[in-house]
């Protein structure tokens, strides 16, 4: 199995900073990484696909970067909405895997 | 627009088989395959399988010899059935859909208690 090595586990970041969480596979997973954001008691919600890719209606302060083995997700000016979990994937091989998630708090 | 709504108990016993279906609309069954996820405190989200447009599914293999995946696509519903349920199964348990899991149903708190 792909093993997706994320962190920070955990963040504090204030509002406007810039804030990256990065994913490491432990093999090449050829892009086929997407990231999501979770809210407490929501379904995760998709921001990148295929590594680089904005979904429909995510704001532009997101944005997704790697390839081979490292992915990172950037958020360029922190706001307050962006507190949440957020969780990598791997879904260029079966069984596909989650990174363990990266919490962000506004500090 | 496309939705994803999932109908299923809340507490199974122990020992007992969990159903859930998953009800698509803004797309076709036939089109895409639906996954399931599950979330729990302990193991963070752990996909478990997948059931892809032409039928043929795709099991994690911790759960192949407990987990059943299967669709009525006239129905635009997905059938997910998970036997022998211990207390470590406990979570919440999700269908998605799309090329890169675009699409989240709403998630189903499954507790397993006697």
């Known amino acids: 199995d792909i093993k997706m090595t994320q962190s920070p586990s955990s963040m504090y970041a204030s509002l406007g900073e810039r804030v990256t969480i990065t994913c490491k596979a432990s093999?090449?997973?050829?892009?086929?990484l997407s990231w999501y954001q979770q809210k407490p008691w929501k379904s995760p919600k998709t921001l990148i696909y295929y590594a680089t890719s904005l979904a429909d209606g995510v704001p532009s302060r997101f944005s997704g970067s790697g390839s081979g083995q490292d992915y990172s997700l950037t958020i360029s000016s922190l706001e307050s909405d962006d507190t949440a979990t957020y969780y990598c994937l791997q879904h260029g091989e079966s069984p596909y895997t989650f990174g363990g998630g990266t919490k962000l708090e506004i500090k | 627009q496309v939705q994803l709504k999932q109908s299923g108990p809340g507490l199974v016993q122990p020992s007992q088989s969990l159903s859930i279906t998953c009800t698509v609309s803004g797309f076709s069954l036939t089109s895409y395959g639906v996954h399931w996820v599950r979330q729990s405190p302990g193991k963070g989200l752990e996909w478990l399988g997948v059931i892809w447009s032409g039928g043929s599914t795709d099991y994690n293999a911790a759960f192949i010899s407990r987990l059943s995946i299967s669709k009525d696509n006239s129905k635009s519903q997905v059938f997910f059935k998970m036997n022998s349920l211990q207390a470590n199964d406990t979570a919440i348990y999700y269908c998605?859909?799309?090329?890169?899991?675009?699409?989240w149903g709403q998630g189903t708190l499954v507790t397993v208690s006697a």
């Open positions: 998605a859909s799309g090329a890169w899991f675009a699409y």
């Open positions: 093999q090449d997973i050829k892009s086929y």
